[in-house]
């Protein structure tokens, strides 16, 4: 068994220094509590914010939502976040793509503000439950959203975005420059293969930045956009939004707090398996510091936040769990967020750019669903879980929409509603009624 090495803590720092703060030994992690020196721990901060880069900016370009107050937001939340679980889980709070149907139904005539208020609610709801996690525990979460649920929201999400990948929502997507974003698209899949490691997991913005250029060349960026650019100050407060209160925004965006639970808990056992540390009992902590993020990001113009899985990946390849880079990477994104020019780049991003990106991201939301059913052994012979996703998929794929008066359910919270309801009751009646998978007699039928 390896040993773990000497470490010393400063006695005005919160994190010992791993070993002598330069090399991690093989079998060794650097944990949560721990850091390496200064120099190395702020460059693997700044690649944690290189990292987040394409998706969370993403989001913002997609719904419209200033991006630098997204950015700005988001930097924001990752510390609080920090702070919220005393400093023993790391974490990125970038944007929430769950966000992205929701919101862009939430929209009133162009107005963003309903929409932040959307976000405002859902984030006090998830930190509401972050608080009944705290005190009662997470077993209730895993009895209420089981794998076959969730694995069958976070697909349904994705499917239910596809169209959005197609015609940005009314605003371009693939089908406003389908050559640059087939370029855009094909940037991705070879910076995927062609690259080894930490530029592997970058493909997405290095597939934004070739579409990028291949526009400027061919001349199609938005001239608007390029002027916007050149005027913008180097240094500036982003562009602060105030949210506005409907029940209709409310009712479409509150069913995305069920995405972020799943991704909240599956981010925290996830670091738990790379760590081999229990952290079960800062799963609600986890919950009420993302709440509060989104809440404080949807009260500025801010997109709604939740954990990264981009920063998953940063930590599993250097081994590095510890929270000193994501303070680093919070500050930075915040430094960031402070440039008015940095957000006027963002948004001279093209259409067909963000089609062709989008095309991939959204799909990989939809196989992250699968993905969940595979890691967790879902059983597909069970026809309850069966019926749970065939039924919750075609609604959200389909975007299935309900209107009653001035309410408006649209495919994510109706696909949503019916993986739960289709799962817990078709479960109870299967019980009552002696017809569960273990109480019949011979083998279930074969699709």
Known sequence: MTQSPTTSRSRWSPWSVHGDGRAIRPGDVVHPGERLSWPRTVGVGVQHVVAMFGATFTVPLITGFPPATTLFFSGIGTLLFLLITGNRLPSYLGSSFAFIAPVLAAKAGGDIGPALGGIVVAGAALALVGVVVQLAGARWIDALMPPVVTGAIVTLIGLNLAPVAWDGGGNGGV??????????????????????????????LLGVVVGWALAAVLGQLDPKAVTALKEAAWVGLPQFHAPSFSLRAVVLVIPVILVLIAENAGHV??????????????????????????????????????????????MAATRVYSTAAYWVAGVAAVLLGLSPKFGALILTVPAGVLGGATTALYGLIAILGARIWIENRVDFHDPVNLMTAAVALIIGAANYTLTAGDLSFNG?????????VIYHGMRLIAHLRGTTPDSRRGPEPEL
């Open 412 to 420: 994510i919270a109706l696909g949503t509603a019916a993986a739960l």
């Open 269 to 314: 056992k996830a670091v738990a398996a790379m760590t081999r540390r229990n952290l079960d009992r800062d799963m609600g902590r986890a919950f009420l510091g993302d709440g509060i993020a989104t809440v404080l990001a949807g009260s500025g113009g801010g997109s709604g936040t939740t954990t990264y899985a981009e920063n998953i990946g940063v």
């Open 175 to 204: 089908k406003a420059q389908p050559p640059i974003a087939v370029a855009t698209l094909v940037a991705i899949l070879l910076a995927t293969v062609v690259f080894r490691g930490f530029l592997a997991r970058l493909s997405i």
